[in-house]
């Protein structure tokens, strides 16, 4: 159970002329998915990297359920909050099995408790524990390794999960089907998820809410429709109604079917 929260998070890189966040505010409430909207470059990854405390701030505050990230041990907070990245960065020489348990080893869980949460797992993300468990990730396909990828973010139960642009470089329909399988396992577990994406589709697909940034600032944070119907900038109109009405409505459809709304 967490909240996320930003209070006028600011983060300048060394050298830098500007900031790469810029005063940002905003609130992930416990259980929600949040996603960062934005061209590359805007922001995201750096924002996301100040709740793990892999950036530090120039200003403002990160909390989780109201602490200030700044006042907890960094390496047990970097153990408490699940984090996946697109170049998913498994260990070459462990087991599928290894992977997925290295932060519950970490926390020293049992063998028998470990094995059965990697098998509750590698069921969960879709892949035969008997046929998947003793791997090593150069047989896997890309698809199958992003999905080990977030079954090792989430295997100790982190508090909160962050996603940064995770299923860009599978091809179009494995990352629908991993679309899916995040919308049904965050919702399942109430895991607080921040979810980072360049790629307006994929926002609409999976966002409860979403915080379209833009050169390092907040443009709007808002649920899906409002921002089509309620856009507070010129960008943000720009942005929603890049595509024509069809699109619009395929991907209307798109997130209802992917999140079981579909009439
Ligand atoms: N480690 C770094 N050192 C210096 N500048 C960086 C670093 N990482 C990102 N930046 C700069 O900060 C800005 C925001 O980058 P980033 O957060 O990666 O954006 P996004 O994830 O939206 O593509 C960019 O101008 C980028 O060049
Ligand atoms: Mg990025």
Redesign the pocket.
């Known amino acids: 159970m967490s909240s996320i929260t930003f209070d006028g998070v600011t983060v300048r ?1 060394p050298g ?1 002329e500007s900031d ?1 966040v810029e005063n940002v505010s905003f609130e992930c409430d416990d259980g929600e998915l949040v996603v960062l909207l ?1 061209p ?8 996301l990297r100040t709740v793990n405390r892999l950036v530090p701030l120039a200003a403002g505050r990160v909390r989780i359920d109201g602490n200030d990230v700044n006042a907890l041990d960094a390496v047990e907070l970097r153990r408490s909050v699940g984090y996946v990245i697109q170049a998913v960065g498994l260990f070459a020489h462990m087991t599928v099995a290894q992977n997925v348990a290295v932060v519950p080893s970490l926390r020293g869980w049992s063998r028998d408790e470990t094995a059965r949460r990697v098998d509750e797992l590698l069921r969960m993300i879709g892949l035969d524990p008997a046929a998947y468990r003793d791997r090593r990730p150069s047989r896997l396909s890309g698809g199958e390794a992003q999905r080990v990828g977030v079954a090792r973010a989430i295997a100790a139960r982190p508090r909160a999960l962050l996603m940064d642009e995770p299923f860009g470089a599978v091809d179009a329909i494995v990352r629908t089907a991993l679309q899916r399988e995040l919308v049904r396992i965050v919702a399942e577990l109430h895991t607080t998820t921040l979810f ?1 994406t360049h790629d307006m589709d994929e926002a609409f697909r999976l966002a409860d809410r979403i915080v379209v ?1 833009r050169s ?1 600032r907040v443009e709007q944070v808002a649920r899906p429709q409002e921002l089509f119907e309620r856009p507070a900038t010129e960008y943000v109109r720009d942005l929603v109604h890049a595509g024509d009405d069809v699109y619009r409505r395929y991907f209307m459809r798109g997130r209802a079917l992917l999140r079981g709304l579909a009439e």
């Open positions: 890189y830098a790469a934005g590359s470059g805007c922001g995201k990854s750096t924002l980072v940034m390092g």
